[in-house]
């Protein structure tokens, strides 16, 4: 006996009510949160961005008084005090990340985020606090997550778990398209190259790539193409 979802997900019938997760991880860059929203919209799920939280402490953190300092001076008691102003809450199809119960997504992209959060990520306290803060979004409903280690650390049991990777050179080019929403120069795209290597060098540690997970290279595929693949493997999860 099997159960249609209203998503479209079909689910063996003695596994209907339990919450479906879906784990989206890889490296910077590679997609992972854009795919991750595509993706639960098409299938009627929310989508919640670990990546966002760890950027939201960061941002808080850089707000607070001592900020200027060297992020190396930062404790991570200092940090768990700041991401005490951050919220996440769910929204139409995302869950989105408040700082003092305002939206702060371009602060979260912006370049003192980016280069401090690798560093306050590596904090176990705050990833425990993460790792929560994702687990309560999937209480009780399905979901799509995406970070660096939600197949691994935060949902070894998800129904589905993909890694993407993609070249840095091509990574580069889509972040900076996104950013400048214009063509990059073959300059500009190979600072960007350079930086997302060394973002990569320093998340090592945290990008873990389950033993389970299904590695889809996006080097070559369309956004349209990779959540189409990642759909179509999330319907045959229950079928
Ligand atoms: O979008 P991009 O890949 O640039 O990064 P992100 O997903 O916004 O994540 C920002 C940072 O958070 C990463 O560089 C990691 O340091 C950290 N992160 C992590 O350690 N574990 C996760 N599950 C997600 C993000």
Redesign the pocket.
Known sequence: MYRTLDSGVILPASRAERPVVIAI??????G??STSKWVAERLGVHHA???????AATASRLRAPGALGTSESWTEQSVLEAARAVSFVPGKTSFEVRINDAPADEE?RGAGV?AN??L???MPGV?AW?NERIRECARGSSIVV?????GTA?FPDAALKIFLIADPWERARR?LVQRLERSPSEDEIAVETDDIVK?DA??AT??QQASDAILIDTTYLTQAEQVDRIVALARAVGG
């Open positions: 991880d890889g490296p910077a860059a590679s992972k949160s961005d670990s990546g966002a939280l760890y950027r979260l980016t959060v690798s306050v990520a590596r990833r993460v995406d970070g660096r280690d939600m935060v972040r973002r320093k998340d945290q990008t």
